[in-house]
């Protein structure tokens, strides 16, 4: 079952909760952009595998809610037909999400793009980085529109 509260990272009103078992529980805000779950406290190990998988920037993005001890951390969106948004930037104080659009792949071109372990197989879209464009951290809710996923 699916409600919204407010985010407990920004405050906004558009943070979805969604119980996946009885143990599980995810958060993701579209205030924001971050994400959680009631696996990501330090001492788990789900916790310590997110941490060594991800790049720098979402480490030094990941923020600790004192209340509860989950950390929130900044989502990737990847919708092959549509586009992909993801955190942006050099360091924690100077960041955006970006977001780039997926057009499709030509035939002249989709021998660029085999997916991988499918011999004779081409991803159909693409992501354009010509169409790369910055939102700040309280735009995430724009990034999602741009690239298709939110009416405009």
């Known amino acids: ?22 143990e599980i529980t995810n958060w993701m805000s579209l205030s924001c ?8 406290t330090k001492e788990s190990e789900f916790y310590s595998e997110q ?3 991800l ?13 509860t001890g989950l950390t929130w951390l ?4 990847n919708e092959p037909k549509q586009g992909m948004i993801f955190a942006n930037g050099t360091n924690a104080q100077e960041w955006k999400w ?34 790369l464009k910055h939102f700040d951290e309280r735009d995430f809710i ?5 690239i298709g996923l939110l009416p405009e």
């Open 33 to 40: 952009g971050y994400w959680t779950n009631s696996l990501m």
């Open 142 to 146: 724009d990034a999602l529109s741009y």
């Open 55 to 67: 790049p720098e920037l979402y480490k030094d993005l990941a923020w600790e809610d004192e209340k």
């Open 98 to 131: 970006a977001a780039v659009k997926a057009i499709p792949v030509t035939e002249e071109e989709k021998h660029k793009y085999p997916i991988p372990k499918q011999p004779g197989k081409f991803y159909e879209y693409r992501m354009d980085m010509t169409t």
């Open 1 to 22: 079952m699916d409600k919204i509260i407010t985010c407990p990272k920004s405050g906004g009103d558009l943070c979805y909760e969604t119980q996946i078992t009885p």
């Open 74 to 77: 900044p989502q990737t969106i």
């Open 51 to 53: 941490m060594e998988a």
